[in-house]
């Protein structure tokens, strides 16, 4: 990591992938890319990562916003309305980033599949309706729609994961982001668990038994 800053204060990679983020290698050629929540950063779902797929390559990614002094992918205006323009051009930054990484890195570049928690499940729905083709798929936990208006999108059968809590403050915001996802042609599985906005156990078992099935299907 170079000393190097961007605009907003946080350091450029060294990389010069324009994002900070962390890599673990793995035995598998399927690669999560690790979407934090508000206040976090590129090491925060690692542990989350390798428990829900101990073999598969981690890439952990820190957002590029800054919210009094926190990381987030985008900036928001109060709880639920978010910056358009920037959510728009984050999400594609991401999509290039996937690209980027797998051609330094050696990835396969067929085989990302995001894995967001809260503000990190924002940015990679609207990285993958966006940008559809750098994923083969998609952990999306506590969702809400990001979108004021959210565009159409050919999603041909891509796999997609939506965990909501029964007790999240915010679920009710999250309601139409399956079947928004279904509407565009994802194959959407979801659940509404017995949880508030943060995980637990059931959102483990249900993550990792999906993840399973993809790798199978990826392998």
Request: hydrophobic share 45%; net charge negative; glycine share 12%.
């Given at each position: 990591m ?18 900070i ?14 979407l ?10 690692l ?34 309305r ?18 980027g ?18 503000n ?32 159409d ?39 509404r ?27």
């Amino acid at each position: 990591m170079t000393d190097a800053t961007r605009p907003n204060g946080a350091p450029e990679p060294s990389s010069g992938l324009g994002w900070i983020h962390e890599l673990r290698r793995g035995s598998l050629a399927l690669t999560l890319l690790l979407l934090h929540g508000t206040g976090g950063d590129e090491t925060s779902l690692l542990g989350l990562g390798a428990e829900l797929l101990p073999d598969a390559t981690l890439l952990s990614v820190r957002g590029r916003s800054l919210e009094e002094g926190f990381p987030r992918f985008f900036r928001r205006f109060d709880a639920l309305r978010y910056d358009q323009a920037q959510l728009a051009g984050e999400a594609d930054a991401l999509a290039r980033f996937v690209a980027g990484a797998a051609a330094v890195y050696g990835l396969d570049a067929g085989r990302f599949v995001a894995l967001g928690y809260s503000n990190g499940a924002n940015i990679a729905l609207a990285s993958l309706v966006r940008n559809p083709r750098s994923y083969a798929g998609a952990v999306l936990l506590r969702p809400v729609m990001p979108f004021d208006t959210p565009p159409d999108a050919e999603l041909g059968g891509l796999p997609v994961l939506v965990l909501a809590g029964l007790r999240d403050p915010y679920g009710p915001h999250g309601e139409t982001v399956a079947p928004y996802l279904r509407a565009q042609g994802a194959a959407v599985e979801e659940a509404r668990l017995q949880a508030g906005h943060e995980l637990g156990a059931a959102d483990l078992r249900a993550a990792r038994d999906w993840l399973a099935r993809l790798a199978e299907q990826l392998a």
